[in-house]
Every structure is written in structure tokens, then in C-alpha cells.
């Protein structure tokens, strides 16, 4: 298991959110963001205190979804901007540590007991994790991702962000594993192929897509085994790093329709 206790995840996003705050605050405004080359330094900034403005609400206002938030009005500078995310971030934490994991709270994933404070712990720990390192790609300064959290956040990564499953869509798994494998920590995540298929709701009909999902061990070698550290890895699955580091063995043919999964963009 990669998990980590609920204080541990809080811990994080205190921790992980100050670095990002304080590499912003010395970090040229217009500086480009070379893992989201769309955004500059203020862009970022902004980003991710939206990001705590909307689930402070959700757990401020749980377990009820969040159908009347209000999104925040961005201020014009990029000090002010910077004093808002520090501000929001204060009362995002404070309302965390109030709540207790267990609690029912909305979230957007379908994933079993996502339906929880925890999932915010949990998913936020790892969001203030990249975009730490997205900071730090910016301003030139990069450091190494936490290995206990980046171990957890390779198993994130493929469950939750790449391994998702809405209601009305449908996983057709195939024999066909990989393991991604951390050298550092000794972790290892397994997930299966597939495809994936449904009827959106709004009438679109979708099959035959690469998918993958998660599973345990299921007792034989797998088809491909991905190494690198915690931090390579995890620093990889989000895009945010190249592929030095890590190493891929196995079936080219498995390892193509892996990599499809993996070529989505998440952010």
C-alpha cells in the first residue's frame, strides 16, 4: 500500500503549498510555466488558488455538491494574487483540519469511498505536489518530489486521474498488465489494459478507447515493468518530467497501448 495516514496528506499540503507560495513570491510574474506553457508564473499562481477557493466550499458546505459556488474574481496584480492564495490557502487548511476524513464530503470521482473528506486530503496533498514543481520549473529551481508521496502519487496518478470511470461508461479488461515500480521506496502499482466504451450523456457514443484500471497483483509476471524512482515516476505520469530515468522492459506491442493511455493530458 502507498497510502498515507489523512494527518500526513494535510502535513503535505501545508508544506508542499508554502514552497509553491514562496518560489512565486520571488519568481518573475511573466515567467513561462515550461510543464503548462500555456500559463506564466501568475497564471500558476492563480491556478491553484482557485483550486483551494472551490474545494475550501466543498468542505465548508459538505456533504452538498457544489452547485452554488461562486467562482473567485481574480485580483490585477500578481502580488494580489499572491496575498489571495496565501489568504485562501489559510482557510482551506483550517476548514481541513476541522473535518473529519470520514465525513461525507462531494468529490467528482465515481471511485468507491471517494464520497469523503479523506479524497480532498488525499488529492490535494498530490495537486499543491506538482504544481509545487511546476513553480519550481518556472523559477529554474527544481527539487526532488517527496519519494513517500510521490510513491503514493504514482498510484494517484494511474487510479484516480488516468484510471477513472464514469457511471455511465464501461471497462472491457484484457489479460495484459504492467507494473510501475519504484527502486527508492519498494512500492509497485499494477493496472490492467482495456478499452473503454458508454453512451455520454449528452448522446455521444464512444468504444474501442485504450483505458487501463488499477488492480491488484494478480500472482503472474507482467506483460511490461516501468522502473524509476518515486520521484521520476511520479514526475513523469503528470508530464511535468522527460523520460531520463526511467526504464521500460517487456512487450512493445503491451507497452504501445499503455503509452496511448498514458499520452492524455491531465491537469
Known amino acids: 500500500m502507498t497510502r498515507l495516514g489523512d494527518a500526513a496528506y494535510l502535513d503535505h499540503i501545508r508544506t508542499e503549498s508554502a514552497r509553491f507560495a514562496d518560489v512565486l513570491a520571488t519568481c518573475d510574474p511573466a515567467a513561462r510555466v515550461p510543464s503548462c506553457p500555456d500559463w506564466d508564473a501568475t497564471d500558476l499562481l492563480w491556478h491553484l488558488a482557485e483550486v483551494q477557493h472551490f474545494w475550501h466550499h466543498v468542505i465548508t458546505h459538505r456533504p452538498a455538491p457544489p452547485e452554488d459556488y461562486a467562482d473567485p474574481v481574480r485580483p490585477a496584480t500578481h502580488d494580489e494574487v499572491l496575498a489571495f492564495f496565501r489568504a485562501t490557502h489559510d482557510a482551506f487548511v483550517e476548514a481541513l483540519a476541522a473535518a473529519d476524513p470520514a465525513e461525507a464530503a462531494w468529490s467528482w470521482s465515481t471511485a468507491e469511498d471517494s464520497q469523503r473528506v479523506g479524497f480532498t486530503y488525499r488529492r490535494q496533498a498530490h495537486e499543491a505536489l506538482i504544481h509545487r514543481l511546476d513553480a519550481e520549473l518556472a523559477a529554474g529551481v527544481p527539487t526532488a518530489l517527496d519519494a513517500a508521496l ?3 502519487g504514482v498510484d494517484e496518478a494511474l487510479d484516480v486521474m488516468y484510471g477513472g470511470l464514469p457511471d455511465w461508461g464501461r471497462f472491457e479488461p484484457e489479460p495484459l ?4 515500480r519504484a527502486t527508492d521506496t519498494g512500492a509497485s502499482v499494477w493496472t490492467q489494459l482495456g478499452t473503454f466504451g458508454g453512451t455520454a450523456p449528452d448522446g455521444t457514443v464512444r ?3 485504450p483505458d487501463q484500471h488499477v488492480v491488484p497483483a494478480p500472482g503472474r509476471a507482467a506483460d511490461v515493468v516501468v522502473t524509476g524512482t518515486a520521484d521520476q515516476l511520479d514526475g513523469w505520469l503528470w508530464h ?5 530515468g526511467i526504464t521500460v522492459e517487456g512487450a512493445p506491442e503491451v ?8 499520452g492524455q ?3
Open 150 to 152: 510521490a510513491a503514493d
Open 177 to 180: 498488465y504492467v507494473e510501475y
Open 207 to 209: 468504444s474501442g478507447e
Open 240 to 244: 511535468r518530467y522527460d523520460d531520463s
Open 255 to 262: 507497452w504501445a497501448r499503455a503509452a496511448a493511455v498514458l
Open 265 to 267: 493530458a491531465i491537469d
